[in-house]
């Protein structure tokens, strides 16, 4: 494959995300340095957190099975051909759902008693589930109180195949954190009377908590280049950024000190100095709270924006920067990490690679 090959462009405005197949793989690599006991389960829901479901799932050819959010996530993936196992981390909500995951050969995660219920009345043909264990995290899954009753059921009913168990961590991203420990405990626990393939740890679990990994790991964001921890960027874990989101420049002005930049009058310039205009707003997924000194990249140089975000634009100030309309400017990608300008935002690398990526698509 050449490099050409595995960089795809998508464009609606000037604005537009670019994605490195090869840094994909290359952070499956990664994944698989760390846990290599361990399957992976690649976690390409929300479009792959706005990379592309399609073209994520190509380049990750090399994992064992995909998880999606929803069933309409997976169908849309065996429908394009692909033959892995599909993992439905919401599981099914009615008895048609069932039945098309059942026909189409997709694993749907268990996560209340009702859908046991459904599967029991169910006689097509048998589906491989995954049974979700609350831990601790408290959101979706069955109480570790209840957990056996269910498995036994479960292995009683003829419409399920083989029986997984997952659990999902709620604070993997502070390894110290005391709850990642009791969490795990939990699951491994209910596990030592059913026995099964187990799953916990995601991307920062698979990383800074290696007895997590167990039979199955289930990275997201460490695939697409953004670091899983507080404390370590994605450059310290050897990760490589996989959206560039970028756009240019459409002017230049020689401001006066004291004049006032965009909406809110929020910044006003500290001395006579140019400030240019990038056509990128929260229109096209750039967070609008990012705040006054975020990085943008521009001439092989960092800069700072200024004043508020609108909606297809952004000022960036260019004191010592030689920048004219036209020239490219990098909003996150290999010049600028999206967990730097996520922490500028009061957000997370999720949050802008699944806003940008889900924003500037393709038509
Ligand atoms: C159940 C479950 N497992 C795994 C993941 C992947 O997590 P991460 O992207 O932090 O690796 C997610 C992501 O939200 C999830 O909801």
Same mark, same amino acid.
């Given at each position: ?32 340095? #760390? ?23 190509? *380049? ?5 099975? +995909? ?24 599981? +099914? ?32 043909? !048998? ?14 899954? #069955?109480?570790?109180?209840? &957990? ?11 419409? &399920? ?7 999902? #961590? ?39 908590? !290696? ?16 670091? !899983? ?15 560039? #989101? ?30 240019? /205009? ?17 990085? &943008? ?18 000022? /960036? ?7 004219? !309309? ?23 690398? *999720? ?8 924003? &500037?698509?393709?038509?």
């Amino acid at each position: 494959m050449t490099p050409a090959d595995s960089q795809h462009t998508r464009h609606t405005r000037t604005a537009s995300i670019n994605i490195d197949g090869d840094a994909l793989r290359h952070n499956l690599s990664r994944v698989k340095a #760390f846990a290599p006991e361990s399957k992976v389960m690649a976690v390409i829901k929300a479009d792959a957190y706005g990379h592309g479901v399609l073209q994520a799932a190509k *380049y990750l050819s090399e994992a064992d099975a +995909f998880a999606l959010a929803v069933t309409g996530e997976a169908m849309a993936l065996r429908q394009a051909g692909m033959s892995k196992p599909l993992v439905v981390l919401q599981g +099914f909500s009615d008895a048609s759902e069932l039945t098309a995951m059942a026909e189409h050969d997709i694993q749907p995660a268990i996560i209340n008693p009702w859908q046991i219920d459904l599967l029991e009345q169910h006689k097509e043909k !048998p589906v491989n589930i995954w049974l979700k264990v609350d831990t601790g995290m408290h959101r979706l899954g #069955f109480p570790v109180a209840v &957990v056996e009753a269910a498995h036994q059921r479960l292995s009683v009913c003829e419409s &399920v195949g083989e029986i997984r168990i997952m659990s999902h #961590f709620a604070n993997a991203d502070d390894p110290d954190n005391i709850y990642n420990n009791n969490q795990l405990s939990s699951l491994i626990k209910v596990n030592n009377n059913i026995n099964a393939e187990a799953s916990m740890a995601n991307s920062a679990g698979l990383i800074a908590l !290696p007895e997590s990994r167990l039979q199955w790991v289930r990275p997201g964001i460490m695939l697409y280049g953004s670091s !899983p921890l507080l404390n370590q960027s994605a450059d310290d874990l050897a990760l490589k950024p996989v959206m560039n #989101f970028e756009s240019s420049l459409i002017s230049v002005q020689q401001l006066k000190k004291g004049d006032a930049i965009g909406y809110g009058s929020s910044w006003q310039c500290p001395e006579d100095m140019p400030v240019g /205009v990038v056509a990128a707003g929260y229109a096209d997924g750039y967070p609008r709270h990012a705040e006054s000194g975020t990085p &943008v990249w521009i001439n092989n140089k960092h800069c700072a924006l200024v004043g508020r975000v609108s909606m297809d634009s952004l000022s /960036v100030d260019l004191r010592g920067i030689d920048a004219k !309309p036209g020239d490219r400017v990098v909003l996150w990608g290999k010049e600028l990490s999206v967990d730097v300008v996520a922490r500028h935002a009061a957000t997370i690398g *999720y949050e802008l690679l699944c806003s940008a990526g889900n924003t &500037v698509k393709a038509v």
